[in-house]
């Protein structure tokens, strides 16, 4: 790629959305006249997986509302919103979905898919986290969505922690903090797998332990919202991924069936680096490890990687600690986690771009000064809206590189649209067709075992105070009714789905949205077997490094939501590659 098309290339991912005021119906309502049907073009070429599984997804704390309606017992979320950051919006009563799933189940269906994916709140079913208090109204309400879903030929597929635990647990002893939290949530498990199980067949034990970890201790962004980046985060990831393994081998050893799945997610902001400078090509290769290898690298081979153990113990050593920052596995815990999953779970949004250095924002102890890591781009409140399907293909290669090519469930990726766009939401239709067709060609191309995809969300839920939209389907929150509506992208996934095809969206000729071609995918960052960085370990890791993803150019396909200044940082980033 010459550096004048690779520009255009980058620049050519800007769409601007026209912002129309929405509609609103009772129930699960049709767009009235749909902008985005008449920009979809069938596509023969990009036939979805004949396996693959579609479907969508939510998590309880974002949509179910009734926080405090038949026995349910008070959240972290409950606690942390009602008195440390009072007056902040919050989910208390949402969309509803407590209420209200027999709707999202008729949502779910509208939209052709196959499966849903939803969390149990463990503090509806078991209000103090233990067993003892079990709340049966709690568990109604999981066995009425699950028989709903059945009822009208949609998979369930429950994810048993989404970040959100009873806030009694922390109050004790500090949550994951503390390894109490283990065996406490492995009986939570057990409950769950002897109630549900009959009809559940996929599970997730945990939703994103490094990124839970790093958005309660270190940005402390979200409940319990702890500032301690690098140490009781450390110890908050090390508690998940035992309870992990603990929860699948239980499943494994009480209530396996034939046909059942369970697995862990890990998501990924896949690093790429800015330059082709060398330390800058190990720096995005350092920024991978710390995010999806410090969670999947125990999960397949038993432990950390090594460089990240190193590079924590050399930073814990100058810091003064005694001791890592970083708490080892033991033996028995390393043969516990080894293995410990049928499949990958990957939650896949956007990429960054990075340079090896010592951030200045980040703190002492955190994990990113550890990794020596300087993210340049795009910011996490931006990221949301952008398409980048080249580093979601880069992500796929390198869990298959690396993992010796695990099956792997996409249950995330999606994109923030703003309430000025309401339902007239052609750059999620856009979105998706991005990143269905980047999941084909890593499929057929590239040899990838992805499994399934759940899309990220059903419905316009609670996104911890942000204005994103990240629905399929408007919840009109002002109302009593709370009613629904399929928003403009439905006929993408209505298309897609009927015709098992991915279609191509052609954005409209106007002057706030202009027709765009751009690769689907970007070269994945090249990694080097020349020495590393200073600090570093020179023990390779296990797996090997992932080979570029390929760039092609499709006939024609439609791109996402792009800031202006991340186009500069994209095309500089992009020039530089080339």
């Known amino acids: 790629m010459t550096p004048s098309l690779a520009a255009l290339a980058a620049l050519a991912v800007v769409l601007a959305v026209t912002a129309l005021p929405p509609s609103r119906a009772a129930h699960i309502a049709a767009p009235e006249s749909n902008s985005v049907t008449a920009f979809l073009e069938t596509d023969d070429d990009y036939p979805l997986p004949e396996d693959l599984i579609v479907g969508t997804g939510s998590s309880s704390y974002q949509v179910e509302g009734a926080w405090n309606v038949d026995g349910k017992g008070e959240s972290v979320f409950d606690y942390f919103y009602h008195n440390r950051n009072k007056g902040s919006q919050n989910a208390d009563?949402?969309?509803?979905?407590?209420?209200?799933?027999?709707?999202?189940?008729?949502?779910?269906?509208?939209?052709?898919?196959?499966?849903?994916?939803?969390?149990?709140?463990?503090?509806?079913?078991?209000?103090?986290?233990?067993?003892?208090?079990?709340?049966?109204?709690?568990?109604?309400?999981?066995?009425?969505?699950?028989?709903?879903l059945i009822a009208n030929g949609i998979e369930p597929f429950?994810?048993?922690?989404?970040?959100?635990?009873?806030?009694?647990?922390?109050?004790?002893?500090?949550?994951?903090?503390?390894?109490?939290?283990?065996?406490?949530?492995?009986?939570?498990?057990?409950?769950?797998?002897?109630?549900?199980?009959?009809?559940?067949?996929?599970?997730?034990?945990?939703?994103?332990?490094?990124?839970?970890?790093?958005?309660?201790?270190?940005?402390?962004?979200?409940?319990?919202?702890?500032?301690?980046?690098?140490?009781?985060?450390?110890?908050?990831?090390?508690?998940?991924?035992?309870?992990?393994?603990?929860?699948?081998?239980?499943?494994?050893?009480?209530?396996?069936?034939?046909?059942?799945?369970?697995?862990?997610?890990?998501?990924t902001f896949f690093a790429?680096?800015?330059?082709?400078?060398?330390?800058?090509?190990?720096?995005?290769?350092?920024?991978?490890?710390?995010e999806m290898g410090i969670q999947a690298d125990p999960i397949i081979f038993g432990d950390y990687p090594a460089l990240v153990k190193d590079m924590v113990a050399a930073a814990s050593k100058a810091q003064g600690y005694k001791e890592s920052r970083l708490p080892p596995l033991t033996a028995d815990e390393q043969a516990l986690l080894k293995g410990s999953t049928d499949f990958i779970g990957l939650n896949a949004y956007y990429g960054r771009s990075v340079i090896s250095g010592v951030d200045p924002m980040a703190a002492e102890t955190s994990p990113w000064r550890d990794a020596h890591v300087v993210v340049t781009g795009p910011g996490f409140a931006?990221?949301?809206?952008?398409?980048?399907?080249?580093?979601?293909?880069?992500?796929?290669?390198?869990?298959?590189?690396?993992?010796?090519?695990?099956p792997i469930f996409v249950t995330e990726n999606g994109?923030?649209?703003?309430?000025?766009?309401?339902?007239?939401?052609?750059?999620r239709a856009a979105y998706h067709s991005d990143y269905i067709r980047?999941?084909?060609?890593?499929?057929?191309?590239?040899?990838?075992?992805?499994?399934?995809?759940?899309?990220?969300?059903?419905?316009?839920?609670?996104?911890?105070?942000?204005?994103?939209?990240m629905g399929m389907v408007s919840v009109d929150l002002s109302k009593p009714e709370k009613p629904r509506k399929l928003k403009d992208s439905s006929a993408f996934y209505v298309k897609m789905m009927t015709?098992?095809?991915?279609?191509?969206?052609?954005?409209?000729?106007?002057?706030?949205?202009?027709?765009?071609?751009?690769?689907?995918?970007?070269?994945?960052?090249?990694?080097?077997?020349?020495?590393?960085?200073?600090?570093?370990?020179?023990?390779?890791?296990?797996?090997?490094?992932?080979?570029?993803?390929?760039?092609?150019?499709?006939?024609?396909?439609?791109?996402?939501?792009?800031?202006?200044?991340?186009?500069?940082i994209l095309a500089i980033a992009t020039l530089a590659r080339a």
Not at 180 to 192: G, N, T
Not at 206 to 230: F, Q, R, W
Not at 275 to 281: A, G, M, S
Request: proline residues 8%; contains cysteine; charged residues 20%.
């Open 415 to 427: 994109v923030a649209t703003t309430p000025e766009v309401g339902d007239h939401d052609i750059a």
């Open 93 to 148: 009563d949402g969309c509803d979905s407590y209420h209200k799933y027999k709707e999202d189940v008729k949502a779910v269906k509208a939209l052709k898919m196959q499966m849903y994916r939803f969390s149990l709140s463990w503090s509806r079913i078991m209000p103090d986290g233990t067993l003892a208090s079990l709340n049966q109204a709690g568990v109604d309400y999981y066995n009425n969505l699950i028989n709903e």
């Open 499 to 568: 015709e098992r095809k991915v279609p191509l969206v052609k954005i409209p000729d106007s002057t706030t949205a202009a027709p765009v071609t751009k690769p689907t995918t970007q070269p994945a960052p090249r990694t080097s077997t020349a020495k590393p960085a200073p600090g570093t370990s020179p023990k390779p890791a296990p797996g090997t490094s992932p080979k570029p993803a390929p760039a092609t150019t499709p006939k024609n396909s439609a791109s996402g939501l792009l800031a202006p200044w991340s186009i500069v």
């Open 272 to 290: 790429s680096p800015t330059d082709t400078q060398y330390e800058n090509i190990q720096a995005a290769e350092r920024y991978n490890l710390f």
């Open 438 to 469: 980047t999941l084909v060609d890593a499929v057929r191309n590239d040899g990838c075992k992805v499994i399934g995809m759940t899309a990220w969300s059903l419905l316009d839920g609670f996104e911890w105070g942000s204005n994103r939209m």
């Open 382 to 406: 931006s990221g949301f809206s952008m398409s980048m399907p080249w580093a979601f293909r880069g992500a796929l290669l390198w869990l298959k590189e690396r993992y010796g090519n695990q």
């Open 158 to 267: 429950i994810t048993l922690y989404h970040f959100d635990h009873p806030q009694v647990l922390e109050t004790q002893f500090g949550g994951w903090t503390s390894p109490k939290m283990i065996d406490l949530f492995v009986e939570f498990s057990r409950f769950a797998f002897k109630t549900f199980g009959d009809r559940v067949k996929y599970w997730v034990t945990l939703n994103e332990p490094h990124m839970h970890c790093n958005i309660v201790y270190d940005s402390a962004t979200i409940a319990p919202a702890i500032k301690s980046p690098g140490i009781k985060q450390y110890q908050c990831i090390h508690n998940e991924l035992v309870a992990h393994a603990k929860v699948y081998r239980l499943y494994k050893s009480d209530f396996n069936r034939a046909d059942g799945l369970i697995g862990m997610t890990v998501e």
